[in-house]
Nanobody, 126 residues
Framework: QVQLEESGGGSVQAGGSLRLSCTAPGYVYKSFCMGWFRQGPGTEREGVAT???????YYADFVKGRFSISKDDAKNTVYLEMNTLKPEDTAEYRCAALYCDTRGPTLPTIPSVAYWGQGTQVTVSS
């Protein structure tokens, strides 16, 4: 069973920052694009950001300018740097290995997910 190992969640006050990490097995990391989803209380899971193998990125409108997705190929790890956090960013965040869109990185969607991380909770207080 493929496991994507996540870390970095926690509680922070509004305006603060957190960095999430997601480490994948090498063969997964090299074969798939990577992305992040989140699911807040009472909401559906939504795509947050994608990074493809070339390092090109795509963000949901609600995180543009605040969140940054990046990767370290030497560590098979993808990061989600979250700045200027808002209470509405409170959610369980899950990374995913994604089937890459040949047109370039797009907003991650559930049908594009090949493998999921276990999820990490982010709580932002006002």
């Amino acid at each position: 069973q493929v496991q994507l190992e996540e870390s970095g969640g926690g509680s922070v006050q509004a305006g603060g920052s957190l960095r999430l990490s997601c480490t994948a097995p090498g063969y997964v990391y090299k074969s798939f694009c990577m992305g992040w989803f989140r699911q807040g209380p009472g909401t559906e899971r939504e795509g947050v950001a994608t990074i493809n193998k070339g390092g090109h990125t795509y963000y949901a409108d609600f995180v543009k300018g605040r969140f940054s997705i990046s990767k370290d190929d030497a560590k098979n790890t993808v990061y989600l740097e979250m700045n200027t956090l808002k209470p509405e960013d409170t959610a369980e965040y899950r990374c995913a290995a994604l089937y890459c869109d040949t047109r370039g990185p797009t907003l991650p969607t559930i049908p594009s997910v090949a493998y999921w991380g276990q999820g990490t909770q982010v709580t932002v207080s006002s």
